[in-house]
């Protein structure tokens, strides 16, 4: 905007490496292209000119965007801050290690590890290097969450939440159920669980702050493929203090995106929870202190319905965070935000608690911790 | 209307007695009031001064309504066609029968029947009577309810029904937790179960064209008064086929409604589907064929929101439909409608197995048959 001298002067974009050019990265490089403070310094492929032609169709700036044919290139690009991982779960471990041991940030995708352990070498190796961790779980930076959260710590308007209730499916075609890395077993081996299942885990508890269930119970009769990879499968959640939440996840059944949370005070519903229909804004339902008209013929109050807009999409809003994080560490000598690897590894512990339970035949598991 | 001649005169209105005073005797008057082919000829009670307030207050024409001081003599009153029964639930045995043995139609609250033995009662001595039995849950007569049907039976726009949702609960005052009939262990044994869970599993044997479930297990933790009596609870239902329904009811958080029905093709909601929030239209939401737009990054296409208008209440819907098929067997030599108790018992039987998986600490549970 402005050449003005050295004080001013905003702070310098963080880099971004993209390690991998998986469908999702698409979207990734888009959000990097329209975040404040964030700016595509390289693509990383098994092949340059598989790089080279993601740059191109996405509208990076291909004389700028150093393109690499291997991972290994880009993680040692000295010009790369941060690297954005698209990778399949199984390899995980290894290019996340080796991004934070070369000292770029991780912002890695979900789900972060096929199981804590795995993930516990992630936040190792990023501690150690004092780089920044993320998960890429977009719909935490929506404004709309935001706003949800300042309800849900209306313990006027929403009391205890006591319930909840997540779905997370979409309609898989035969191209995906044959052919995606989502169901392949070395790949990533957690299918719909590690893949939808996620969202629930996550939305369920950043629900109630982010506090552990004690105990987990999966769903019978999980639906899975030849290989045994989840297709379909979901659980309950037990709290100590009696709260219950419930989740289903699937590859099977149409595009769903519920959350519901019910409290003593006040009932909260979103139907798109991971992706709003619409990029400009989003809604949630409130009903709060619901009570009937005389003769019990209608609600009184009624549910009130919040619009939440935002300028930038979500996922947008996440490099835009993460990339303020970076900067603060790489240009002002920061440490890194400890919330994001602690939620990160508070979703995979219930994942892996789900997963136990459903090996274990729906056995009850306790969450560990 | 007219005075036309016989042949063309409307059939003689079911005379209807409202057997005791109960607070939601009071909602079922003014239905009588409005159901076409419905009139309210006596009040029954303990007492025949609180059986005359009751009509006084509830509009009905004092002069022509009979009071009774008790319930035998409501039922001894020739001029009854058919009774409406809102007697606590452990009452209903008793009264149910001895309205079929004398003639009477029955017209009852719900939960019917603290079991299904209780209930099998009841239905014989309705099948022995030759009367028309049914139960008086209300949101089935709503247009709405028959828009959605329509919606679930589209087997293109919603596909097979894999996994179902439903909340019912409301936010009980002190006074209630305390005092009323649906918390004491000799009234309403079955308590927010019977009174709340009721709806939840109806409207998943509705969604399931009433196909029973095979297997119930309770949620751990369901809340309990002093009494006994269940306060808060739920299940998981599995069908054979891999299906599955969750429910949770309780008398503890706020006023919440929900029926989700996630099917291959489509999803419905509903957040009122016990009583709608508005007497006049009523709201369901269906997804269908939901895929997302380029990048993921919105819903094409959207959800389409879907209104249904109705001129009379649901509840004057339920008594004119109940008043039409009782006319067909008192003017026209007709039988009984079969549907109605078949349903109740369907609901009656997986209420019977979650409380006997809520007994047994949340083992699984056969639904009987």
Known sequence: MSSAAAPDQPPRPVHFGILGCASIARKLARAMLLAPGAAVAAVGSRSEEKARLFAADNGLDVAATRVHGSYEALLDDPDVDAVYLPLPTSLHVRWATAAAARGKHVLLEKPTALCAAD??????????????????????????????????????????????????????????????????????????????????????LWAVDYELPKTVIALRDPVKNQAG??????????????????????????????????????????????????????????ASKSSFADLHIGWNPLPSKHVVATDLPQEALMVQEFARLVQGIRDAGGKPEGKWPAITRKTQLVLDAVKASIDKGSEPVEVAS
């Open 119 to 204: 993930l516990d070498a992630i936040l190792a190796a990023c501690d150690a290097a004092g780089v920044q961790f993320m998960d890429s779980t977009m719909w935490m930076h929506h404004p709309r969450t935001a706003k949800m959260r300042e309800t849900v710590d209306d313990k006027d308007a929403i009391g205890d939440i006591r319930t909840i209730n997540s779905v997370f499916s979409f309609r898989a075609n035969e191209d995906l159920l044959e052919n995606d890395i989502r169901v392949k077993p070395d790949l990533d081996a957690l299918g719909a669980l590690g893949d939808v299942g996620w969202y629930c885990i996550r939305a369920i």
């Open 229 to 286: 990879v989840l297709l379909a499968c979901g659980a309950t959640l037990y709290w100590a203090d009696g709260r219950t939440a419930t989740f289903s996840c699937s590859f099977l059944t149409n595009l769903t995106m519920d959350i519901t949370l019910v409290g003593t005070n006040g009932t909260i519903h979103v139907t798109d929870f991971v992706i709003p229909y619409e990029e400009k804004s989003a809604e949630f339902h409130v």
